[in-house]
């Protein structure tokens, strides 16, 4: 399977330094310009299969990308559901339990939420049931979130979870990889990581 990871836009919970926000949060004028931008990244690409977090800055992003609205939604690409602090600050949620990141527990929960295992182990189970389903050359592309990407790609490499975000894409940036039928470490290549509209458009005036 070629999967096609692209992260969501700029959102207004990035803007404002959320933990992660809500699913409700919408993506900026930037994300969205971020999003339309991508269209680059995608066009001379053709999709099997498109695949939406039901967070609405992905489906947003989605969207403004393909101009596409007929995406599947699977809530396991959705971002870390952080509960009850989910609309904190970061700076507010550290001063408030200063525990948590700095001495970083992936088996730890959220108030009220997820830990970043539970990420991980609906991610990855997103992935394997994707590559067991699809045909071998079928291409996917799936719009979500920084940390289900960093799950994905840390599986693939055997990074562990007590490392978690060892990548941080950036915003509207897509991430290839092919992907055997048991998704195994083994199977996964990562052809390219993070590449973005902008990065694009330098590399063609240097032509």
């Given at each position: 399977m070629k999967l096609y990871l692209l992260r969501h836009g700029q959102a207004v919970a990035n803007v404002h330094r959320l933990v992660t926000g809500t699913p409700d949060d919408p993506l900026t004028a930037e994300g969205e310009r971020q999003?339309?931008?991508?269209q680059m990244l995608l066009r001379k690409c053709s999709f099997d299969a498109y695949v939406v977090s039901h967070w609405k800055?992905?489906?947003q992003t989605g969207e403004l990308a393909t101009g596409n609205n007929d995406f599947f939604v699977d809530r396991r690409l959705g971002e870390t559901d952080a509960?009850?602090?989910s609309d904190w600050s970061r700076a507010h949620f550290e001063q408030?339990?200063?525990d948590f990141f700095a001495y970083f527990d992936p088996s730890a929960k959220f108030p009220g939420g997820e830990s970043h295992d539970d990420l991980f182990k609906r991610a990855i189970m997103w992935m394997k049931e994707t590559a067991a389903?699809?045909?071998e050359n079928a291409s996917v592309?799936?719009?979500s979130h920084m940390g289900p990407i960093s799950c994905m790609l840390?599986?693939?490499l055997g990074i562990p979870m007590s490392l978690f975000p060892r990548f941080k894409p950036g915003n509207a940036s897509l991430?290839?990889?092919k992907v055997g039928k048991k998704a195994i470490p083994e199977q996964i290549q990562i052809v390219y990581y993070a590449v973005t509209p902008d990065i694009v458009c330098r590399d063609r005036e240097n032509v």
């Open positions: 999003a339309r931008q991508a800055r992905a489906r509960g009850l602090v408030q339990h200063p389903v699809m045909p592309l799936a719009v840390q599986y693939a991430t290839y990889l």
